[in-house]
C-alpha cells in the first residue's frame, strides 16, 4: 500500500475463541481483506496472565484507563519535544522516534519484537506489572521536564543574545561591528560618535556633519555598517560640541547612539554568546539520544498498558476461562467506515444490547465507556500521530 492510505492510527481489539483462537483469527482476517483490504491485521499474543477476582478486575479496569491516559500524555510530550529540539529538521523527527528501533507505522513487527518485557522487573504470569510501568513511566516523565527545563534555559538565554545582535542599529549590539580604530580613544577634549542615518538622507549628512556643530573634526565621518534602511556612521568632534551637535542631528533625523567603546564588555558579551553556543550544541547529541531511548522505553510500556487493557476487558467481557483472540488492525483511511460495519457484522451476536446502544445514546448503569466508543468487541484505538506540529 502506498503512504498515502496507511493510518496512523491502529484498532487493537479482541473477540472470543471460537472453536479455537486461531479460528476467529481467520474469520476476521477473511472478512477484512475479502472487501479490498480493509485493513492490514496481525495477531496481538498475550501471555497468560493470572486472573484475581472479579472485583480486582474492575478495579484494574479503572486503574488500567488511567495510566493509559497517563502514559499517552507522556509519549506525546517526548515525541513534541523532540520535534521542538531538532527544531529546524522536523523531518527528521519521525525517524527519530522509534520504538525497538522500529518504525511506529509497521507496528505489528513493532509489537512481535517488543513482546512481554522482563525488564519490567514481574513475572509474565501476573497482573501487577502497571505499578512498574507507572514507576518507569513517572521517571521519564520527571527526568524529561528537568532536562527541558535547563535546555530550554540555555536555548533562551542565546536567543535574547541573538536577538541583542539583531534588530534596528538604534538598539542591537555592536560588538561585532565597531573595530578600536573607529574611535578616538583616552583624549580629553577629543570624543567620537555613532550616528544612524538612514539611507534617504546620507547625502545630506555628507554636506551637513561637518557643520552641524562648532568643532567637528574634518572629513571624520566613515560609514562602518549598513543595515536595510541606514548607515552606521562614525564622527569625531570637541567633546564641548557634543550637546549641540546631537540636538542639531536630530533635526536632520540623524540619530546619535548612545555608545561608548568599552572592550572589556564587548568581549565578554561575544565570550558568553560562544560559550552559550558551544553549550547548546554539546548538550543537543545527548538530548536527543536520550529523547530517542525514552520515547522507545515510554512506547513500549504504554503497548503493554493497551495489552493489560485488551486482557482485563476481555475478561471481563467475555468471562472464564480465558479464551480470546486480540489482533491489531491498521485501518486504511477511506474504508474505515466499511470496515467499522464489517467488525459489527462479525461481532453483534456477542451482544443482544448492542444494537439498541449503537442506534440510541443512553447510558448503561455498570458501563462507564463513553458512549461513541462502545461496540460489541473490546476496542481500544492507539493513535501513532504523536505531533501536533505548530
Request: charge should be neutral; include cysteine.
Amino acid at each position: 500500500q502506498d503512504k498515502g492510505t496507511k493510518m496512523t492510527e491502529f484498532w487493537l481489539i479482541s473477540a472470543p475463541g471460537e472453536k479455537t483462537c486461531q479460528q476467529t483469527w481467520e474469520k476476521l482476517h477473511a472478512a477484512t481483506t475479502k472487501h479490498n483490504n480493509l485493513s492490514t491485521n496481525s495477531k496481538f499474543n498475550i501471555p497468560d496472565l493470572k486472573v484475581g477476582t472479579l472485583d480486582v478486575l474492575v478495579g484494574l479496569s479503572d486503574e488500567l484507563a488511567k495510566l493509559d491516559a497517563f502514559v499517552e500524555s507522556v509519549v506525546k510530550k517526548v515525541a513534541q519535544y523532540m520535534a521542538d529540539v531538532l527544531e529546524d529538521s522536523k523531518d527528521k523527527v519521525q525517524e527519530n522516534l522509534l520504538a525497538n528501533g522500529g518504525n511506529l507505522f509497521t507496528f505489528q513487527k513493532l509489537w512481535h519484537s517488543v513482546k512481554w518485557q522482563a525488564k519490567h522487573e514481574f513475572s509474565s504470569s501476573s497482573l501487577d506489572v502497571f505499578p512498574f510501568l507507572f514507576k518507569g513511566v513517572n521517571q521519564i516523565d520527571n527526568d524529561l521536564k528537568a532536562r527541558a527545563s535547563a535546555y530550554n534555559n540555555l536555548k533562551g538565554n542565546l536567543q535574547n543574545l541573538e536577538r541583542k545582535n539583531a534588530g534596528s542599529l538604534l538598539t542591537r549590539s555592536l560588538a561585532d561591528i565597531v573595530k578600536k580604530e573607529d574611535f578616538v580613544l583616552d583624549s580629553e577634549y577629543l570624543v567620537t560618535l555613532l550616528v544612524i542615518v538612514p539611507k534617504v538622507n546620507y547625502n545630506d549628512w555628507v554636506k551637513q556633519y561637518e557643520t552641524l556643530a562648532e568643532m567637528v573634526v574634518p572629513r571624520s565621518s566613515n560609514v562602518l555598517f549598513e543595515d536595510q534602511d541606514s548607515y552606521l556612521c562614525n564622527v569625531t568632534l570637541f567633546r564641548k560640541a557634543v550637546d549641540d551637535f546631537k540636538h542639531k542631528a536630530r533635526e536632520y533625523k540623524f540619530m546619535v547612539r548612545d555608545f561608548q567603546y568599552k572592550e572589556e564588555e564587548m568581549k565578554a558579551d561575544k565570550e558568553e554568546m560562544n560559550r552559550l553556543s558551544t553549550d547548546k550544541k554539546k548538550q543537543f547529541g545527548p538530548l536527543v539520544r536520550w529523547l530517542k531511548v525514552n520515547f522507545s522505553e515510554a512506547f513500549i510500556a504504554w503497548i503493554h498498558v493497551k495489552a493489560l487493557r485488551v486482557f482485563v476487558e476481555s475478561v471481563l467481557r467475555y468471562g472464564l476461562p480465558v479464551n480470546f483472540q486480540a489482533m491489531l488492525l491498521q485501518p486504511n483511511k477511506k474504508t474505515m467506515k466499511k470496515l467499522r460495519e464489517v467488525l459489527y457484522d462479525l461481532y453483534k451476536h456477542l451482544d443482544s444490547s448492542a444494537a439498541a446502544i449503537i442506534d440510541a445514546s443512553m447510558d448503561i448503569p455498570g458501563l462507564n465507556l463513553s458512549q461513541q466508543e462502545y461496540y460489541p468487541y473490546v476496542y481500544y484505538k492507539i493513535d501513532c500521530n504523536l505531533l501536533e506540529f505548530k
